[in-house]
């Protein structure tokens, strides 16, 4: 197999945060964010081979990120998180 280019990681790593924004929770928000930057923050791997094992890795992690959100669309809480609430003046 071919070593993945660097645009395919990025578009993994922006399909991330497209999805972290979609959550209501500030919470569930900033574990997406922190998430995918642990899966990408990790060492490069040495070969293609690695490198694509990574990348399949990398999108796995994003379709349980999918998931959860989709989860939460239905059962999470519609009231919006302390940390989500403007403060007056």
């Known amino acids: 197999s071919a070593r993945p280019s660097p ?3 990025r578009a993994v790593y922006r399909a991330f945060l497209r999805v972290s924004k979609g959550f209501n929770d500030y919470n569930m928000r900033v574990y ?3 998430r995918a930057g642990e899966v990408f923050r990790e060492e490069p791997p ?3 081979e690695q490198a694509v094992e990574a990348l399949r ?6 379709e349980v ?4 959100k989709r989860v ?3 059962f ?4 919006p998180s302390i ?5 007056g003046p």
Do not use: P
Not at 57 to 62: G, M, N, P, V, Y
Not at 76 to 79: A, N, T, V
């Open 76 to 79: 999470g809480s519609k009231h």
């Open 32 to 34: 997406i964010r922190r």
């Open 65 to 68: 990120a999918e998931r959860q």
């Open 83 to 87: 940390l989500d609430v403007k403060s």
């Open 7 to 9: 645009a395919d990681m």
């Open 72 to 74: 939460y669309e239905l």
């Open 46 to 48: 040495a070969g293609a």
């Open 57 to 62: 890795s990398a999108r796995k992690t994003l």
